[in-house]
């Protein structure tokens, strides 16, 4: 339990101790607040109980004292109990403090209030529909299954459920809603709707909120007594949204200033929908029912009676504010009734919308170069279709801005980099600049968070780039204009996410040896990239000016960082062999700690990787922190190589192990120099060379069947044992690192990693005769 949990158990007991010890008026018993004995109420009244016993404990318990009272008085005692059996439903449990306050531990649960929907002038409504999912009676076999789930949500004026019962392949909805009857509303805390209002028609109503701009434009166009008789649905435009844009009245100046450069016109100019016919315009506004937003979904399309066959999509939103939007024009004053008809207030003229996205973008000339990049990446068809998209439109400005290389990758190169670039720009909900308020987040088709913004002087930004046009709605979704092109790392080439990942480096060596372009003309690529901290360290042990200076050893270590195929490290089994474009192959290995693998760590030819899968363009990066090294041979060549471990390479060859290690393996050799034999005493090393069972003995000691790289000596561990290795002599080993120093048995590593083809090898500076102590005997210090 929680801390604050047993400190309100001991403050309890505390008060249950105190007032048991004072034993005063307050005390626990049974019954309502505030009731007092019967004996107590029966003195009140003027009447004395005759032959009065003191209260007994059985039956009723506290309560029990009319048991006790004399025959002359049980018509009273009878009626006492049955006023208590009537208001037994609300006794209490718990303590009165002097009947000052109660502190109430009762399980007796109150009765709850009713739902205000179960009170007077509600009025339900129930819609149900049926639909079968089945495409036809043949198809693969399926297994019968059945679901049911029920979304309920409610506002001051409605409560609305939709549940969905599927049996195999078909889904019954069922949509219950209850509001207000008609000419009666609510606010809240209040039972069922008990206000009454008289309701009036459109016309009246519509002036009553104060809508006489709307008005003017209607009768302008002879659409009033069409509202007087009608009826219908108006989603009516306040006063200021007029003010906004005057041009819309016949007897204003009909045509938009001339001098609004920076704008960009997405959709059709607003002049020529004005001079055309502004009734369209309106009736734009109204839908031949009545909805209430209680009967109106997300993402729903309505139609309206506009002679263009315009819709409406309205949207409802949640966060960062609750809103419903209509054509991304927010609802201000929502289900105000008429006698024949709603009427919901808006903020701005809707216009008429018609045509899809790909449409309004072909018939912008501002926007070119995205209407060139949707038909090349084969998204034309998905946005001239149904849907409910968000696209972030950059301009041919923002294509412009682009650097030449980039920008030829995206119109030029592959389709998949463009794709990747435009899944950036689009959502799959339509989310309207309305609701963008502070700094807010929503997903892409990338699956990748947006960040969008609204300052305090009202400009909008997504990830930064300035929206230029907002709002611009289609009938499959809405389009923002945006003045910059949105790059998603996984759309760059691979030395571009290499260099925005601070890997310069490795940049600057292909630049100077001239394998620049080659690498950035490649495609579907894993890199192996070494940071720059790798490079350094390489530094301490060669030169890498004198490095350069060897062109081909340069590009032969290059090429094998360079995988010619695009592959997930997640998905690949320890000693996994990955064939690198110079045809030599990477080990790749994954250690954990065991049982539970809360620490991992996976390898390539025993170099760490500290980032994985760095998506690109053209493949994947990994960002490893040690240079790869191309292997010289097997163990025995790797070994065989260096003069330091020469009395090891004859030893080896003379007990046999030579041709051992030069097979497939994996080994991990643990290899003492030539100074670690010379400080052996001089009849161990005579033993060791004149008897071959102890001279093999004694060499398969350090030798392990496994590839262990010195970043794994920390994970491989058993679990009721100290950090080991199991050698060819079938003992295990204590394998350790303490303050940066790894350890095998008593013996330090002095130089790890030096892989092989086969294996690995790792310098110790002593001969491993022995187990350091018995197992029983091991300190637990890194169990």
Not at 428 to 444: A, F, H, K, L, R
């Amino acid at each position: 339990m929680s801390r604050n949990l047993w400190i309100f158990l001991l403050i309890l007991l505390s008060i249950i101790v105190i007032a048991s010890s004072r034993r005063s008026r307050g005390r626990w018993y049974r019954g309502r607040s505030g009731r007092r004995s019967l004996a107590d109420r029966l003195r009140d009244r003027g009447t004395k109980p005759s032959n009065h016993r003191p209260r007994q404990r059985h039956g009723w318990g506290r309560w029990g004292s009319g048991w006790g009272a004399g025959q002359d008085h049980r018509t009273r005692v009878e009626e006492e109990l049955d006023d208590l059996f009537r208001r037994i439903k609300d006794r209490r449990y718990g303590f009165n403090f002097e009947d000052k306050f109660w502190l109430d531990f009762g399980w007796n649960s109150r009765n709850e209030p009713k739902p205000w929907w179960e009170g007077p002038n509600v009025c339900k409504d129930e819609k149900e529909s049926i639909e079968n999912t089945s495409i036809s009676d043949t198809g693969p076999i399926s297994r019968h299954f059945s679901f049911k789930n029920q979304v309920c949500d409610q506002s001051e004026t409605s409560y609305k459920c939709t549940t969905k019962t599927g049996i195999f392949m078909k889904q019954k909805t069922v949509t219950e809603v209850y509001e207000c009857c008609p000419g009666f509303t609510r606010k809240d805390e209040m039972f069922g709707c008990p206000t009454e209002f008289k309701l009036d028609g459109l016309v009246k109503t519509a002036r009553n909120l104060g809508l006489t701009e709307f008005l003017r434009a209607t009768e302008s166009v002879s659409l009033t007594d069409d509202l007087e008789k009608g009826n219908f649905t108006v989603f009516a435009p306040v006063n200021k949204a007029f003010e906004d844009e005057k041009n819309i009245l016949p007897e204003l100046e009909t045509i938009l200033p001339k001098d609004m450069p920076s704008v960009v016109m997405v959709s059709k100019p607003l002049t020529d929908l004005v001079i055309a016919d502004m009734s369209n315009v309106l009736l734009g506004h109204l839908v031949y029912d009545t909805l209430k937003t209680s009967g109106l979904n997300d993402e729903q399309l309505i139609e309206t009676a506009s002679p263009f066959d315009s819709l409406l999509r309205v949207n409802f939103f949640s966060r960062p504010e609750k809103l419903i939007t209509v054509n991304c024009a927010r609802i201000l004053s929502a289900d105000n009734q008429a006698t024949n008809g709603i009427i919901h207030t808006v903020d701005r003229i809707i216009k008429p919308v018609t045509d899809s996205i790909v449409d309004i973008i072909s018939q912008n000339p501002n926007l070119s170069y995205l209407k060139t990049a949707l038909a090349r990446a084969d998204l034309v068809k998905a946005l001239r279709g149904t849907g409910q998209y968000t696209l972030f439109a950059p301009t041919d400005a923002a294509f412009e801005k682009l650097e030449p290389s980039i920008r030829d990758r995206l119109i030029k190169g592959e389709k998949s980099c463009l794709e990747k670039v435009l899944k950036n720009h689009l959502l799959t909900s339509v989310i309207c600049s309305t609701v963008i308020q502070g700094t807010v987040t929503t997903t892409n088709l990338l699956n990748k968070y947006l960040n969008l913004t609204r300052t305090e002087d009202d400009k909008l930004f997504v990830e930064g780039s300035q929206m230029v046009g907002r709002d611009i709605m289609a009938t499959n979704g809405v389009i923002h204009v945006i003045e910059d092109v949105l790059v998603p790392d996984q759309a760059l080439g691979l030395i571009d996410v290499a260099e925005k990942n601070n890997l310069t480096k490795f940049v600057e060596l292909l630049k100077e040896t001239g394998m620049f372009k080659g690498i950035t003309k490649m495609e579907n690529l894993t890199l192996f990239i070494p940071s720059n901290n790798a490079f350094e360290k390489l530094e301490e042990k060669v030169s890498l000016e004198e490095l350069k200076k060897d062109k081909k050893k340069v590009e032969d270590i290059v090429m094998y960082h360079v995988v010619p195929e695009v592959v997930t490290c997640s998905r690949l089994h320890n000693n996994y062999k990955l064939s690198t474009e110079n045809e030599r192959n990477i080990r790749m290995n994954r250690y954990s700690t065991f049982p539970f693998r809360h620490h991992s760590i996976q390898t390539a030819q025993c170099a760490p990787i500290i980032k994985e899968n760095v998506p690109a363009c053209n493949g994947v990066i990994n960002i490893v922190n040690e240079v790869l090294l191309p292997p010289v041979g097997n163990v025995v060549d790797n070994l065989a190589s260096k003069k330091k471990f020469s009395t090891l390479v004859r030893l080896m060859k003379k007990s046999g192990l030579a041709d051992m290690l030069q097979e497939e393996g994996p080994f991990t050799m643990f290899a003492p120099t030539n100074e670690a034999f010379d400080d052996l005493y001089e009849e161990d090393l005579e033993k060791i060379e004149d008897n071959p069972e102890v001279l093999k003995k004694v060499l398969q000691n350090h030798i392990v069947q496994e590839f262990v790289c010195c970043a794994s000596i920390s994970m491989v561990r058993s679990w009721f044992d100290v950090a080991s290795v199991r050698t060819l002599s079938g003992v295990r080993f204590p394998v350790k690192e303490r303050h940066g120093t790894i350890q095998f048995n008593h013996a330090v590593v002095t130089e790890c990693d030096n892989t092989a083809t086969n294996g690995v090898v790792h310098a110790i500076d002593k001969v491993t005769l022995s187990p350091e102590r018995p197992f029983w005997k091991r300190d637990f210090y890194h169990w």
